[in-house]
């Protein structure tokens, strides 16, 4: 089993940024894929960026590139996601995902935290 605890998130005013957190404890694995999604209220959740064991591969829904940058620590099991210019439709529970397949299908993620809120006001 591995266990995910995201953190950082918070209230921003839009063009803030914030950093979060995922740290993964337990069967962790360095070649395990790592991912954020985010569900914002009365939507489903969707995808926002994911990175492979090494840190590379990284991928990004349209509506977030060029604003949110994902890396790894493998040494702290961490993953990160920077979050810059802020938008008030970035409002969501953010949620760290980790599996053995490199994908944006959620389903195929075999492990998930509880999620952190991110609040951007206008």
């Known amino acids: 089993q591995v266990q995910l605890v995201e953190s950082g998130g918070g209230l921003v005013q839009a063009g803030g940024s914030l950093r979060l957190s995922c740290a993964a404890s337990?069967?962790?694995?360095?070649?395990?894929?790592m991912s954020w999604f985010r569900q914002a209220p009365g939507k489903e959740r969707e995808f926002v960026a994911r990175?492979?064991?090494?840190?590379?591969?990284?991928y990004y829904a349209d509506c977030v590139k060029g604003r949110v940058t994902i890396s790894r620590d493998n040494a702290k099991n961490t993953v990160y996601l920077q979050m810059d210019s802020l938008k008030p439709e970035d409002t969501a529970v953010y949620y760290c995902?980790?599996?053995?397949?490199?994908?944006?299908?959620?389903?195929?993620?075999?492990?998930w935290g509880q999620g952190t809120q991110v609040t951007v006001s206008s």
């Open positions: 337990g069967r962790t694995s360095s070649t395990y894929a």
């Open positions: 995902a980790s599996g053995r397949v490199l994908t944006t299908i959620q389903k195929l993620y075999n492990y």
């Open positions: 990175t492979s064991g090494s840190g590379g591969n990284a």
